[in-house]
């Protein structure tokens, strides 16, 4: 089912608006140059977002894609199931988006694709002459496109700092922090455990330097995505110890910034010597070393 959620309560159907064409799992720094475009419109601008469907991992879930678009200005998505899409034709696609609004103006990248086996482009979109459409060439960066493939490469790799350059902004996760074993309240260490979603890209299993916000104040922390080999489990936990936090966190929704890789995840010989360590990645995080 077709979903449309609005930001910014402008949008209304039957007048005009721009929209911006493409997947979107996120916005890249490639992205956000079609939505500096689609403003010079002064009309609410919507974007279109594929959901499920598709085998390979969105950088982003739902619910934090919402969190980018609001933040960037745009006024509503249009959430596309991709089963429900994967087999219209080209003009069967493009009619349902005139059908459910009122675009004066299609925004899109030069390398968009769209219809049953991507075989719509934007040409075909100006052939139907039915909207104004807007192309935009790609961007790139030291000579290569700046694309979701190529950040999700960082990110397998622990580079987190390279994809925040191409993203334009820090690699996020959200979540609720839910009930664990409580072992790091026992080192000193008492973590926020969040899911990391089944849906989302996962990145470099290993030990971060990450921030989150929390009342207002922003906590220097670190992450630890994977096992926690040293106590025999295998599940994959992403556990996030706030540096000068007090209070209980348990149902509170955090979001957390990766900033940068800091080591491979580690079987200590005992506890004592996962907390030596632990007390060592804070050290860095508060130097930056």
């Known amino acids: 089912m077709l979903k449309t959620v609005d930001f910014s309560g402008q949008l209304h159907k039957n007048v005009g608006c721009v929209m911006l064409l493409g997947g979107f799992d996120g916005l890249h720094a ?5 939505v500096e475009r689609a403003k010079g419109f002064g009309l609410p601008i919507g974007i279109m977002t594929i959901v499920g469907g ?11 894609r919402e969190e980018i678009f609001k933040r960037v200005g745009l006024d509503f998505a249009l959430e596309l199931p991709f089963l429900e899409i994967k087999d219209l034709s080209p003009q069967e696609f493009s009619a349902l988006l005139t059908r459910e609004f009122h675009p004066i103006a299609f925004v899109c990248g030069d390398d968009f694709r769209f219809g049953k086996n991507a075989c719509g482009t934007p040409q075909t979109l100006k052939e139907a002459g039915q909207v104004r459409v807007e192309v935009e060439k790609l961007v790139t960066k030291n000579g290569e496109k700046i694309s979701s493939s190529k950040i999700k490469t960082y990110l397998a790799a622990g580079e987190v700092e390279k994809a925040h350059e191409l993203l334009g902004e820090e690699f996020f996760l959200i979540g ?3 009930k664990d074993r409580g072992v790091g309240r026992t080192l000193g260490f008492p973590t926020a455990n969040v899911a990391y979603p089944k849906e989302k890209y996962p990145i470099k299993r290993g030990v971060y330097e990450t921030r989150v916000w929390v009342d207002g104040k922003e906590y220097k922390a670190i992450t630890n995505f994977g096992n926690r080999p040293t106590f025999g489990s295998d599940t994959i936990v992403t556990e996030t110890y706030l540096d000068g936090f007090e209070g209980d966190l348990y149902g509170r929704e955090l979001k957390i910034r990766f900033q940068r890789y800091l080591r491979d995840i580690q079987k200590f010989e005992n506890a004592e010597a996962l907390k030596t360590q632990l007390q060592e990645d804070i050290r860095r995080v508060r130097k930056y070393d």
Do not use: A, P, Q, S
Request: aromatic share 6%; hydrophobic share 30%; charged share 35%.
């Open 30 to 34: 490639g992205h956000k140059t079609l």
């Open 54 to 64: 598709k085998e390979e991992k969105g950088l982003f879930t739902l619910k934090e």
């Open 176 to 178: 609720t922090v839910i």
